[in-house]
Nanobody
């Protein structure tokens, strides 16, 4: 059993920054890849960034150059630092984790989501 809890969402102006945090608890021994997805109204949920326990990262094209994903294994926490935010970044951001026996895209552990709104 793994629980993921996100925090850090909110309202920010275009060009601003936010840092999202996701804390994992429970049977965290089984987790390998963790990441962030987002879902805007009327759109499919999409991958924003992912990171392995070893620190290897994968960012979507929209995130590259603006977002950074990091991980503190000692704190069981994954961060998404978002810079130069745009209105199109507005979405609910979900923390995701994959078990060690799963491929990253098969991760079925989800947080409750945190709203990010970018608006002037």
């Amino acid at each position: 059993q793994v629980q993921l809890v996100e925090s850090g969402g909110g309202l920010v102006q275009p060009g601003g920054s936010l840092r999202l945090s996701c804390v994992a608890s429970g049977s965290i021994f089984s987790i390998n890849v963790m990441g962030w997805y987002r879902q805007a109204p009327g759109k499919q949920r999409e991958l924003v960034a992912a990171i392995t326990s070893g620190g290897i990262t994968n960012l979507s094209d929209s995130a590259k150059g603006r977002f950074t994903i990091s991980r503190d294994n000692a704190k069981n926490t994954v961060y998404l630092h978002m810079n130069s935010l745009k209105p199109e970044d507005t979405a609910v951001y979900y923390c995701n984790a994959a078990h060690r026996w799963q491929r990253p895209w098969e991760g079925d552990l989800w947080g409750q989501g945190t709203q990010v709104t970018v608006s002037s």
